[in-house]
């Protein structure tokens, strides 16, 4: 059995809106004719820690706007007051050039409220509302019939092998080249609870682990493993020289690490063996950071 990336089910629902953002369009917003359908970046948000997770630009019936959309397996008590914090700071990251309508794709049930209401005493001070969508509700039948939808079937209500085989023929039917679409059908339906062996009934796996998304996401998957290895070997070895040179001291970056950078933290380790003083390397680490 292949082993999947920690985060493998928002990797594959990502790559689902970046197939195609107008079928999540629609469950979110409606039947809406989207004129224009346009992907952006989600970086632009710089000042929260984690990053939105999809932004498009849309021209509808009544306008352009801005469609931001999160997906949540188990959402905490926060998720309002983030859906907010996303929806303001996208709104003017883009110079408020035009509305920004958020909705969370949920995975899993959890009591969430759909909107955030913000007084002080009888006055009020702002009301933000989002769209849910709970794919859990949604009948896995329902899912495996939509050629648009048919890849998230392993997320509806009622999922089976039989079920999955139906969405399996319905994309192998509606599309020229269905390979990414099985891709997502299969990584899905793994991380709720079927087996390479249910799924290899089903899905011609040489198909599935040759398709693009397959192997973006794996891969993606393996560099960030790496990647943490190698940031937690840096942070083990900064730890080992700070207890030698300033025991006293051994704890008090821990604010400033956060932000550091693995090029940061390999400066940080060959500092802490140079510098004479903690408080001379804790001011050069502040300057370096302050000067990224």
Not at 16 to 28: M, Q, S
Not at 40 to 56: C, F, G, I, S
Not at 121 to 146: C, K, M, T, W
Not at 248 to 266: M, W
């Amino acid at each position: 059995m292949s082993t999947l990336p920690h985060d493998v089910y928002d990797r594959s629902l990502k790559r689902f809106w970046d197939l195609d953002p107008r079928p999540l369009l629609k469950l979110a917003f409606g039947e809406e004719e989207w004129t224009r359908v346009e992907p952006r970046p989600v970086e632009v948000v710089q000042t929260l820690k984690q990053v939105a997770d999809r932004l498009a630009y849309v021209e509808g019936p009544e306008g352009p706007f801005f469609a931001h959309v999160e997906f949540e397996r188990r959402p905490g008590p926060d998720l309002s007051a983030r859906m907010f914090q996303y929806n303001v700071l996208l709104w003017a990251a883009q110079k408020g050039v035009a509305p920004v309508r958020s909705a969370v794709i949920l995975l899993e049930k959890a009591p969430v409220e759909e909107e955030l209401r913000l007084s002080y005493g009888s006055e009020a001070i702002d009301h933000f509302r989002y769209r849910q969508i709970r794919l859990y509700e949604v009948p896995a039948e329902v899912l495996a019939n939509s050629p648009e939808l048919a890849p998230l079937t392993p997320l509806g209500a009622g999922c089976s092998e039989q079920v999955v085989k139906v969405a399996t023929e319905t994309l192998s039917r509606s599309q020229d080249r269905p390979e990414d679409s099985l891709a997502l059908l299969y990584l899905l339906g793994r991380v709720f609870g079927m087996t390479d062996a249910g799924l290899g009934r089903i899905l011609k796996m040489e198909v599935v682990r040759m398709s693009d998304v397959y192997q973006e996401i794996m891969e993606e998957g393996r560099l960030e493993g790496l990647q943490k290895g190698r940031q937690e070997g840096l942070l083990r070895a900064l730890a080992q020289v700070l207890t030698l040179r300033y025991p006293q001291h051994a704890r008090d970056l821990d604010d400033l690490l956060p932000t550091c950078k693995d090029d940061d933290l390999e400066w940080l380790v060959g500092e802490t063996l140079k510098q004479s003083s903690f408080g001379a390397l804790r001011k050069q680490l502040e300057i370096r950071l302050s000067q990224r």
